[in-house]
């Protein structure tokens, strides 16, 4: 089994899992997935950088017992089972080995696995361990995306530990970036399905380590960045509250009404150039449609009426904007009904925690009649103006 050295005596020692095509069985994995763990091994000890998930404990083991590992702290930056749940096996293998972590990881790892508490070193905030010639230094980042997280700062090589934060879902060959926009979209499909409800704690955190010297960004997921400011500028542009004149439309049609409606809009917006991304929500990947949420200055539901509703996929799409919390900042639904329901309400609801002003709904009776096609017209016109007042040039 393969471990490679990315600095004198510092190993990644990670699985790549190239099937995985699911997460939290919920978040689609185009791309499959890595668990990066690290080993650093210093002049007297040597610390384990988090584990991989269950399912690759064994390719961890034998990496472990190849490189020949005494490992006498296993460092646990986040207790998600991605990234702990090797840790019961790891330390089977070195009964002495101490979990360093934070107080409230320590709880969740006792929650998760029944170890004894005297297994555990809780650090502080800036707390440092000296291995011999390594000094590791913990920073404290909640909510990156849960709220008992650290990072790792190893100070003589400048090699940032950062978990999942900066991560992206993308099993490769490669252990730093080569290519860089495959991977930044694979970054930003990471960060709206995972880091996006967090945003303003990651503001905190970006600035927390922005006077850090960084050589290398050495995430949980992904390829390692030996580019640090790739990363962390595009992951200020996300976390900004800067909007680009874009309109995420997420549709559903029965039969033909509310498409066509669609439809024209799409063509509306073009005209006024503004950018438009369609996602059929019977076909789309709902993490294209999270990542369209990171930038758009605008949501459009478009729905027909079905069980004197929204139709399903409609408020699937809206409960998961509400859940990402994208910085959005206007909202609006369009559709058809044949005699009523409460489609237009049930939206706006399932949107509340989004800080959205939002234009009048377009909710027509039977297949759109011209003077139908006007109110999207003038939908599109008041899209376009606030646009123009809101998004930098
Ligand atoms: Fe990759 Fe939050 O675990």
């Known amino acids: 089994m393969l471990y490679r ?3 004198p005596n510092v190993y990644y020692v990670g699985s790549i899992d190239w099937d995985r095509r699911l997460f939290d069985e919920l978040i689609p994995l185009p791309d499959g997935t890595s668990y990066n763990a690290y080993l650093i091994k210093g002049s007297e000890k040597t610390a384990l950088i988090d584990t991989v998930d269950p399912t690759k404990t064994s390719e961890l083991i034998t990496r472990l017992r190849d490189i020949k590992a005494d490992v006498d702290y296993v460092v646990a930056h986040h207790a998600e089972q991605d990234h702990s749940g090797s840790i019961p096996e790891v330390l089977k293998l070195y009964p002495k080995a101490k979990v360093v972590c934070t107080s409230k990881c320590k709880t969740m790892l006792v929650d998760l696995f029944h170890l004894p508490g005297d297994k555990f070193i809780e650090v502080e905030d800036g707390e440092t361990l000296q291995l011999g010639g390594k000094t590791l230094e913990f920073i404290h980042a909640p909510w990156v995306h849960w709220p008992e997280t650290m990072l790792t700062y ?11 934060f900066l991560g992206s879902h993308l099993a490769t060959s490669n252990l730093f970036v080569e290519d860089e926009n495959k991977v930044y979209e694979a970054a930003k499909r ?8 967090f945003r303003v704690a990651i503001r905190k955190n970006l600035e927390k380590i922005k006077n850090l010297d960084i050589s290398i960004v050495a995430p949980s997921h992904g390829p390692l960045y030996n580019n640090p400011s790739f990363i962390i500028n595009a992951y200020r542009e996300w976390v900004s509250d800067d909007v680009k ?7 559903v049609s029965m039969h033909g009404s509310t498409q ?6 799409i063509d509306a917006l073009m005209q006024r150039n503004i950018k438009v991304k369609p996602f059929n929500l019977s076909v789309s990947d709902v993490g294209e449609l999270a990542m369209s949420l990171v930038d ?10 079905v069980l004197g509703g929204a139709h399903p996929l409609a408020m699937y799409a809206a409960y998961l904007a509400n859940a990402l919390r994208p910085k959005t ?4 639904v369009i559709g058809s009904y044949g005699w009523g329901g409460r489609a237009v309400e049930q ?9 959205v002003e939002l234009f009048e709904p377009v909710l027509i009776k039977g297949f759109p009649r011209e003077e139908d096609f006007r109110l999207l017209d003038k939908l599109a016109d008041s899209i376009r103006s606030k646009h123009d007042e809101i998004v930098k040039k």
């Open 5 to 7: 050295e990315i600095k």
């Open 154 to 164: 190893l100070r003589e090589d400048k090699v940032l530990f950062t978990c999942d």
């Open 190 to 197: 990471y960060y709206a399905e995972i880091m996006m409800p």
């Open 245 to 251: 004149n874009e309109v995420v439309l997420a549709y």
């Open 260 to 265: 066509a409606m669609v439809d024209y809009l």
């Open 296 to 305: 758009a200055a605008t949501i459009v539901v478009a729905t027909p009426m």
């Open 329 to 332: 900042r206007f909202a609006t």
């Open 347 to 355: 939206i706006k609801d399932a949107l509340k925690n989004l800080k």
